[in-house]
């Protein structure tokens, strides 16, 4: 019998976007990558802010106290420091290469603020949405300094920041995540070199230009900073993002998770799978029912 071994096949972009202007929390400034008119979700990653600003006024407000239901919200800077606080008790200074991974489960009550009054604040966040049998879990926290965030270093001069998921060369990222096995990573790309990464079949993924410009893609799309490129998913067991920084060295995020083919109910910050659960979401946070979780 003929055995056929297909090659990997590389991920072909079908879609860029660059999102839309927008304000949230106290008046934070900010641009909307994911949860907009173009792009509602991509499964499972329902919202994608970019920040990043000099201006005080721009982010001095921050986002102050809120509730979340129902998935997990992921803050990572750039530059600048913010603090965070929630109702199960965890508190943290996210600084500049530092990620939180917050699991809001069945309900907390988080702050985001800045711990700056002047300079850059950079970063970016992602909420991933958690499966149906997960939305009611217990509120959970994962916070890595930069320092805990592994480096990757090629001698050709990339560097690959994982925060979680692994490298081909085999670096593991941090943050745990069992229920769409996420990928994230930032990456620094020298002019001319070739990065490979290979990513699960069904997996949902992006590309976010961060600095410079960029080629993916069988067809050799060109995506430049400030845009989001959706990479289609494959119908063989692996395929392989290939990127190459065009011109001028290129920063960029990886961003890539199994798709959970569930019903989404949004309401404000709460994600669920019926509009009965949004509505009670509303309700026991109107009625204290989830603000000082971690115990059942
Ligand atoms: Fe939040």
Not at 22 to 29: F, K, L, M, Q
Not at 188 to 208: C, E, H, K, R, V
């Amino acid at each position: 019998m003929k055995q056929t071994n297909t090659p990997p096949r590389t991920r072909e972009v079908t879609q860029i976007t660059e999102g839309v202007e927008t304000s949230d929390g106290d008046g934070v400034n900010m641009t909307r990558l994911i949860a907009t008119q173009q792009l509602s979700d991509l499964d499972p990653f329902l919202l994608l802010d970019a920040f990043g600003s000099d201006e005080p006024g721009d982010y001095l407000g921050g986002f102050p106290s809120h509730p979340h239901r129902g998935f997990e919200t992921v803050t990572y800077l750039l530059a600048g420091r913010m603090r965070h606080k929630d109702s199960a008790g965890n508190e943290g200074v996210i600084e500049a290469g530092g990620v939180q991974w917050m699991t809001a489960g069945k309900g907390i009550v988080h702050s985001e603020m800045p711990e700056q009054e002047n300079g850059l604040l950079q970063g970016f966040q992602l909420w991933v949405n958690l499966p149906a049998k997960a939305k009611m879990t217990l509120p959970g926290y994962q916070e890595f300094g930069a320092a805990a965030i592994p480096v990757e270093q090629h001698p050709d001069g990339t560097e690959i920041r994982v925060i979680t998921g692994k490298t081909d060369q085999g670096t593991v990222g941090p943050v745990k995540n069992t229920y769409v096995k996420p990928l994230y990573m930032d990456v620094t790309l020298p002019a001319g070199i070739p990065f490979q990464q290979t990513l699960n079949a069904a997996d949902n993924s992006f590309i976010y230009v961060i600095e410079g410009q960029i080629q993916t893609g069988e067809n050799a799309h060109t995506v430049t900073a400030k845009q989001l490129a959706i990479l289609e998913p494959t119908n063989n067991e692996k395929g392989r993002v290939k990127v190459i920084a065009t011109e001028e060295a290129a920063r960029f995020l990886l961003v890539s998770g199994q798709p959970l083919n569930e019903p989404v109910a949004r309401g404000g910050p709460f994600v669920m799978n019926t509009a009965e659960e949004i509505r009670q979401a509303f309700d026991d946070f109107k009625n204290n029912r989830f603000q000082e979780t971690g115990r059942d």
